[in-house]
């Protein structure tokens, strides 16, 4: 079964210009998440789809940070303009539906590490 | 809220010695408990989880029990290889109040296994 695929692995980019980040779950996954992970810490959830809807966006920037997840699968993430702050490695991550009081599996993609000059 | 608190790191084992990784949590009720890693370079893999109080998660000679009396999920390994090293994360899967379930991750642990 093929895992989460996320592209491109590596991006530099200068502070101010824009980046866009794509994601193709498990299929079969309703649930997709985008993740920051910044170097040293856990990851931080950015944003949570159900099939093509949001489910929670509360810790997305939203100033600088969309995402988007059309027909219900692939998914994209877009910072526009990119800050300094933003280097990170951005994960993507698919599950079933998560399960009321158990949660489910995530499997997680290679991720995106991006670094912001 | 729901949280794990996971020992702090850097770790540092010879070959062959006995691993122990720390985590607690915080919950309501009996969620599902998880460890992650993640090698150099690479995103989270699930290495193991339990679904409920008493449980074994085992993979690859790495444990965890569910102790619900003392609310943790320790990890360990009798006997560690320089293919362990990596970064280890305890998660606990939480109500987002936005109508899901959503993972909160420890800090955390990084081990470095030297030959």
């Known amino acids: 079964e093929a895992g989460v695929a996320q592209s491109p692995r590596y991006k530099i980019i200068e502070k101010r210009q824009s980046v866009a980040f794509w994601c193709n779950p498990i299929s079969g996954h309703a649930t997709l998440y985008w993740y920051q992970q910044i170097l040293g810490q856990g990851p931080k959830l950015l944003i949570q789809?159900?099939?093509?809807?949001?489910?929670?966006d509360s810790q997305l920037p939203k100033d600088r940070f969309s995402a988007e997840r059309l027909k219900g699968v692939d998914s994209t993430l877009k910072i526009q303009p990119a800050k300094l702050e933003d280097s990170a490695v951005y994960l993507c991550a698919s599950s079933l539906v998560p399960r009321r009081g158990r949660g489910e599996t995530q499997y997680f993609g290679p991720g995106t590490r991006l670094l912001v000059l | 809220g729901d949280s794990v608190t996971q020992m702090e790191g850097p770790v540092t084992l010879s070959e062959e010695a006995f691993l122990t990784i720390n985590c607690t949590y915080t919950a309501t009720g009996y969620p599902s408990l998880f460890w992650y890693v993640q090698y150099p370079g690479e995103g989270l893999q699930l290495l193991l989880k339990?679904?409920?109080?008493?449980d074994k998660g085992s993979n690859k000679g790495f444990e965890a029990t569910y102790r619900k009396e003392t609310t943790s999920f320790h990890l360990e390994k009798g006997s560690v290889q320089v293919s362990d090293s990596a970064v280890y994360f305890c998660?606990?899967?939480?109500?987002?109040?936005?109508?899901?379930?959503?993972?909160?991750f420890g800090k955390g642990t990084k081990l470095s296994v030297i030959p």
């Open positions: 339990a679904t409920k109080a008493d």
């Open positions: 998660a606990l899967p939480f109500y987002s109040g936005a109508g899901s379930y959503q993972l909160t």
């Open positions: 789809f159900q099939n093509n809807g949001v489910v929670d």
